[in-house]
Protein backbone atom coordinates (compact mmCIF):
# COMPACT_ATOMS: atom_id res chain seq x y z
CA UNK A 1 0.00 0.00 0.00
CA UNK A 2 0.99 3.50 -0.92
CA UNK A 3 1.80 6.04 1.77
CA UNK A 4 -0.45 9.19 1.53
CA UNK A 5 1.45 11.60 -0.41
CA UNK A 6 0.27 15.36 -0.03
CA UNK A 7 -0.52 17.09 -3.07
CA UNK A 8 1.58 19.88 -4.45
CA UNK A 9 0.56 23.41 -3.84
CA UNK A 10 0.76 26.25 -6.33
CA UNK A 11 -0.34 27.78 -9.45
CA UNK A 12 -1.33 25.40 -12.36
CA UNK A 13 -0.99 25.81 -15.66
CA UNK A 14 -3.14 24.34 -18.54
CA UNK A 15 -2.85 24.82 -22.34
CA UNK A 16 -4.59 22.98 -25.34
CA UNK A 17 -2.19 22.38 -27.62
CA UNK A 18 -3.82 21.51 -31.67
CA UNK A 19 -2.43 18.29 -33.37
CA UNK A 20 -4.93 17.76 -35.83
CA UNK A 21 -7.60 20.90 -36.75
CA UNK A 22 -9.01 19.27 -39.63
CA UNK A 23 -9.38 15.80 -37.48
CA UNK A 24 -10.36 17.15 -33.98
CA UNK A 25 -7.30 16.43 -32.56
CA UNK A 26 -5.83 18.19 -29.36
CA UNK A 27 -4.41 17.80 -26.14
CA UNK A 28 -4.70 20.03 -22.98
CA UNK A 29 -1.50 19.88 -21.03
CA UNK A 30 -1.59 20.51 -17.50
CA UNK A 31 1.59 21.83 -15.56
CA UNK A 32 2.65 23.15 -12.08
CA UNK A 33 4.57 26.93 -12.70
CA UNK A 34 6.24 25.90 -9.07
CA UNK A 35 8.03 22.74 -10.15
CA UNK A 36 9.59 24.35 -13.57
CA UNK A 37 13.00 24.29 -12.06
CA UNK A 38 13.00 20.62 -12.57
CA UNK A 39 12.49 18.08 -14.81
CA UNK A 40 9.00 16.30 -15.05
CA UNK A 41 7.55 13.12 -16.00
CA UNK A 42 5.50 13.47 -18.96
CA UNK A 43 1.29 11.48 -18.22
CA UNK A 44 -0.29 10.70 -21.44
CA UNK A 45 -3.46 10.19 -20.50
CA UNK A 46 -6.53 9.19 -22.60
CA UNK A 47 -10.23 9.60 -21.20
CA UNK A 48 -13.22 7.38 -20.60
CA UNK A 49 -16.44 7.17 -21.95
CA UNK A 50 -17.61 3.96 -23.87
CA UNK A 51 -15.21 6.04 -27.23
CA UNK A 52 -18.47 7.81 -27.74
CA UNK A 53 -19.29 10.01 -24.59
CA UNK A 54 -17.55 13.08 -23.10
CA UNK A 55 -14.46 15.28 -23.98
CA UNK A 56 -10.92 15.86 -22.54
CA UNK A 57 -12.91 20.03 -22.45
CA UNK A 58 -15.59 17.79 -19.52
CA UNK A 59 -15.42 19.47 -15.99
CA UNK A 60 -14.69 15.94 -14.67
CA UNK A 61 -11.82 15.04 -16.36
CA UNK A 62 -10.49 18.64 -16.16
CA UNK A 63 -10.39 18.45 -12.22
CA UNK A 64 -9.21 14.90 -12.39
CA UNK A 65 -6.03 16.05 -14.84
CA UNK A 66 -5.41 19.22 -12.63
CA UNK A 67 -5.73 16.50 -9.43
CA UNK A 68 -3.19 14.09 -11.26
CA UNK A 69 -0.64 16.88 -12.06
CA UNK A 70 -0.54 18.02 -8.62
CA UNK A 71 -0.30 14.79 -7.00
CA UNK A 72 2.01 13.69 -9.14
CA UNK A 73 4.00 16.28 -9.86
CA UNK A 74 3.92 15.46 -13.23
CA UNK A 75 3.03 17.35 -16.88
CA UNK A 76 -0.30 15.81 -17.67
CA UNK A 77 -1.50 15.67 -21.06
CA UNK A 78 -4.99 14.57 -21.50
CA UNK A 79 -5.70 13.46 -25.40
CA UNK A 80 -9.30 14.55 -26.95
CA UNK A 81 -10.57 11.95 -29.06
CA UNK A 82 -13.53 12.50 -31.95
CA UNK A 83 -16.48 10.35 -30.89
CA UNK A 84 -16.58 6.69 -31.66
CA UNK A 85 -12.90 6.94 -32.60
CA UNK A 86 -11.92 4.47 -30.48
CA UNK A 87 -12.71 1.20 -31.90
CA UNK A 88 -14.49 2.48 -35.40
CA UNK A 89 -10.63 3.19 -36.57
CA UNK A 90 -8.86 0.99 -34.64
CA UNK A 91 -5.70 1.19 -36.46
CA UNK A 92 -5.70 4.82 -37.77
CA UNK A 93 -6.06 5.97 -34.11
CA UNK A 94 -3.85 4.06 -32.55
CA UNK A 95 -1.16 5.10 -35.31
CA UNK A 96 -2.31 8.55 -34.19
CA UNK A 97 -1.61 8.18 -30.88
CA UNK A 98 1.51 6.06 -31.02
CA UNK A 99 3.21 8.98 -33.22
CA UNK A 100 2.46 11.75 -31.00
CA UNK A 101 4.09 9.62 -28.39
CA UNK A 102 6.65 9.29 -30.84
CA UNK A 103 6.69 12.97 -31.07
CA UNK A 104 7.00 13.59 -27.63
CA UNK A 105 9.72 11.31 -26.97
CA UNK A 106 11.92 13.21 -29.58
CA UNK A 107 11.49 16.51 -27.84
CA UNK A 108 9.61 17.86 -31.00
CA UNK A 109 6.55 18.95 -29.26
CA UNK A 110 4.95 22.19 -28.50
CA UNK A 111 7.82 23.56 -26.40
CA UNK A 112 6.43 25.30 -24.07
CA UNK A 113 3.49 23.08 -23.18
CA UNK A 114 6.47 20.74 -22.49
CA UNK A 115 9.26 22.67 -20.95
CA UNK A 116 10.92 21.08 -18.03
CA UNK A 117 9.93 17.82 -19.40
CA UNK A 118 12.15 14.81 -18.45
CA UNK A 119 11.28 12.76 -21.92
CA UNK A 120 12.71 9.72 -20.74
CA UNK A 121 9.91 9.06 -18.77
CA UNK A 122 6.62 8.78 -20.21
CA UNK A 123 3.81 7.25 -19.20
CA UNK A 124 0.61 6.22 -20.76
CA UNK A 125 -2.59 6.23 -18.64
CA UNK A 126 -6.23 5.93 -19.47
CA UNK A 127 -9.39 5.02 -17.28
CA UNK A 128 -12.45 2.63 -18.92
CA UNK A 129 -12.31 3.23 -22.61
CA UNK A 130 -9.29 5.46 -22.12
CA UNK A 131 -7.21 2.40 -20.32
CA UNK A 132 -8.15 0.24 -23.66
CA UNK A 133 -6.43 2.91 -25.70
CA UNK A 134 -3.56 3.51 -23.15
CA UNK A 135 -3.20 -0.54 -23.51
CA UNK A 136 -2.97 -0.68 -27.14
CA UNK A 137 -0.80 2.27 -27.34
CA UNK A 138 1.56 0.63 -24.87
CA UNK A 139 1.53 -2.56 -27.00
CA UNK A 140 2.63 -1.03 -30.32
CA UNK A 141 4.78 1.24 -28.23
CA UNK A 142 6.66 -2.05 -27.60
CA UNK A 143 6.42 -3.62 -30.84
CA UNK A 144 8.23 -0.76 -32.53
CA UNK A 145 10.83 -0.09 -29.78
CA UNK A 146 9.47 3.08 -28.52
CA UNK A 147 10.57 3.35 -24.62
CA UNK A 148 7.92 3.69 -22.22
CA UNK A 149 8.26 4.33 -18.57
CA UNK A 150 4.87 3.10 -17.90
CA UNK A 151 1.17 2.14 -18.64
CA UNK A 152 -1.38 3.42 -15.78
CA UNK A 153 -5.06 1.41 -16.74
CA UNK A 154 -7.83 2.52 -14.33
CA UNK A 155 -10.88 0.12 -14.79
CA UNK A 156 -10.15 -0.41 -18.86
CA UNK A 157 -13.01 -1.14 -20.63
CA UNK A 158 -13.24 -5.16 -21.70
CA UNK A 159 -15.67 -7.15 -22.82
CA UNK A 160 -17.04 -10.38 -25.14
CA UNK A 161 -20.24 -11.91 -25.97
CA UNK A 162 -19.99 -14.24 -23.14
CA UNK A 163 -21.19 -12.47 -20.06
CA UNK A 164 -18.71 -12.73 -17.34
CA UNK A 165 -19.94 -13.32 -13.47
CA UNK A 166 -19.54 -9.77 -12.60
CA UNK A 167 -21.56 -8.27 -15.42
CA UNK A 168 -24.16 -10.82 -14.28
CA UNK A 169 -24.17 -9.84 -10.86
CA UNK A 170 -23.58 -5.88 -11.20
CA UNK A 171 -25.29 -5.93 -15.01
CA UNK A 172 -28.22 -3.36 -13.13
CA UNK A 173 -26.58 -2.43 -10.62
CA UNK A 174 -23.44 -0.42 -11.27
CA UNK A 175 -24.39 3.17 -10.36
CA UNK A 176 -22.24 4.82 -13.49
CA UNK A 177 -22.78 1.86 -16.10
CA UNK A 178 -25.20 -1.17 -16.78
CA UNK A 179 -25.18 -3.77 -19.16
CA UNK A 180 -27.33 -1.67 -21.75
CA UNK A 181 -24.74 0.63 -21.75
CA UNK A 182 -21.69 -1.27 -22.35
CA UNK A 183 -23.51 -2.84 -25.04
CA UNK A 184 -24.65 0.07 -27.00
CA UNK A 185 -21.26 1.86 -26.11
CA UNK A 186 -19.58 -1.62 -27.91
CA UNK A 187 -22.52 -1.27 -30.95
CA UNK A 188 -21.53 2.47 -31.71
CA UNK A 189 -17.90 2.11 -31.63
CA UNK A 190 -17.11 -1.56 -33.08
CA UNK A 191 -15.73 -0.53 -36.61
CA UNK A 192 -18.29 -1.79 -39.42
CA UNK A 193 -18.31 -5.27 -40.17
CA UNK A 194 -17.78 -6.29 -36.40
CA UNK A 195 -20.29 -9.28 -36.43
CA UNK A 196 -20.41 -9.32 -31.98
CA UNK A 197 -18.64 -7.67 -28.99
CA UNK A 198 -16.01 -10.96 -29.87
CA UNK A 199 -13.79 -8.52 -31.89
CA UNK A 200 -9.94 -8.03 -30.73
CA UNK A 201 -10.66 -4.60 -29.39
CA UNK A 202 -13.67 -5.53 -27.27
CA UNK A 203 -12.66 -9.08 -26.31
CA UNK A 204 -8.60 -8.67 -25.70
CA UNK A 205 -8.20 -12.69 -25.22
CA UNK A 206 -8.41 -13.29 -28.83
CA UNK A 207 -5.44 -11.33 -30.18
CA UNK A 208 -3.73 -10.26 -27.16
CA UNK A 209 -1.91 -13.86 -25.93
CA UNK A 210 -0.18 -13.87 -29.55
CA UNK A 211 0.61 -10.56 -29.74
CA UNK A 212 2.65 -10.83 -26.11
CA UNK A 213 3.86 -13.66 -27.47
CA UNK A 214 5.46 -12.41 -30.62
CA UNK A 215 7.04 -9.71 -28.08
CA UNK A 216 9.20 -12.27 -26.25
CA UNK A 217 11.49 -10.75 -24.29
CA UNK A 218 11.08 -7.20 -25.43
CA UNK A 219 8.09 -7.15 -22.86
CA UNK A 220 5.80 -4.38 -22.40
CA UNK A 221 6.38 -1.40 -20.60
CA UNK A 222 5.22 -2.38 -16.36
CA UNK A 223 1.99 -1.58 -15.99
CA UNK A 224 -0.47 -0.95 -13.08
CA UNK A 225 -3.90 -1.88 -13.68
CA UNK A 226 -6.76 -1.14 -10.69
CA UNK A 227 -10.44 -2.38 -10.70
CA UNK A 228 -13.14 -2.21 -8.38
CA UNK A 229 -15.23 -5.01 -6.73
CA UNK A 230 -18.65 -3.57 -7.69
CA UNK A 231 -17.52 -2.20 -11.00
CA UNK A 232 -19.53 -4.84 -13.96
CA UNK A 233 -16.16 -4.81 -15.66
CA UNK A 234 -14.25 -6.20 -12.97
CA UNK A 235 -13.91 -9.69 -14.28
CA UNK A 236 -12.44 -8.59 -17.92
CA UNK A 237 -9.97 -6.39 -15.91
CA UNK A 238 -8.62 -8.98 -13.49
CA UNK A 239 -8.62 -11.53 -16.75
CA UNK A 240 -6.58 -8.64 -19.05
CA UNK A 241 -3.69 -8.11 -15.96
CA UNK A 242 -3.12 -12.16 -15.68
CA UNK A 243 -2.55 -12.31 -19.54
CA UNK A 244 0.11 -9.41 -19.33
CA UNK A 245 1.21 -11.52 -16.42
CA UNK A 246 1.24 -15.06 -17.56
CA UNK A 247 3.12 -13.65 -20.57
CA UNK A 248 5.85 -12.38 -18.24
CA UNK A 249 5.04 -9.05 -18.20
CA UNK A 250 5.67 -6.74 -14.84
CA UNK A 251 2.01 -6.25 -13.33
CA UNK A 252 0.64 -4.71 -10.52
CA UNK A 253 -3.02 -5.44 -9.70
CA UNK A 254 -4.97 -3.23 -7.42
CA UNK A 255 -8.67 -4.48 -6.61
CA UNK A 256 -10.63 -1.78 -4.36
CA UNK A 257 -13.27 -4.38 -3.14
CA UNK A 258 -15.76 -1.67 -2.80
CA UNK A 259 -15.07 0.32 -5.91
CA UNK A 260 -17.64 0.65 -8.44
CA UNK A 261 -17.22 2.35 -12.31
CA UNK A 262 -15.43 5.54 -12.37
CA UNK A 263 -14.98 5.59 -8.13
CA UNK A 264 -11.67 8.00 -8.65
CA UNK A 265 -13.66 10.74 -10.38
CA UNK A 266 -15.52 11.42 -7.38
CA UNK A 267 -12.97 14.46 -6.44
CA UNK A 268 -13.03 14.35 -2.54
CA UNK A 269 -12.39 12.27 0.45
CA UNK A 270 -15.80 10.97 0.67
CA UNK A 271 -14.79 7.99 -1.55
CA UNK A 272 -11.32 6.54 0.33
CA UNK A 273 -10.58 4.74 -2.33
CA UNK A 274 -10.28 8.16 -5.02
CA UNK A 275 -7.56 9.34 -2.57
CA UNK A 276 -5.66 5.80 -2.79
CA UNK A 277 -5.67 5.38 -6.10
CA UNK A 278 -3.84 8.87 -6.67
CA UNK A 279 -1.41 7.79 -3.56
CA UNK A 280 -0.58 4.29 -5.71
CA UNK A 281 -0.07 5.86 -9.28
CA UNK A 282 2.08 8.25 -7.38
CA UNK A 283 3.94 5.34 -5.94
CA UNK A 284 4.21 3.69 -9.17
CA UNK A 285 5.41 6.43 -11.16
CA UNK A 286 8.22 6.98 -8.59
CA UNK A 287 9.50 3.28 -8.57
Known sequence: MALHQQALRGSLRSRDVILDKDRGLWVRVFRL?????????IVIFYHGGGFVYISAANAIFHRFCEALSRK?????????????SGAQAPGGL??????WVREIAKSSSDQDAFAHADFSKIFVMGDSAGGNLAARVALRAAQDGIPLAGQILLQPFYGGTSRTESELRLGSSDPMITLRITDFCWLAALPEGAVDRDHPFCNMTLELPGDLARLGARGLARALV???????????QVEFAKILE???NAVKLIDYEN?????YLVGDDSCQES????DEVASFLRE
Open 226 to 236: VVGGKDLLHDH
Open 94 to 99: RRWLLN
Open 246 to 248: DAG
Open 275 to 278: VLVL
Open 259 to 263: ASHGF
Open 72 to 84: LGAIVGVCELPPS
Open 33 to 41: EELENRTLP
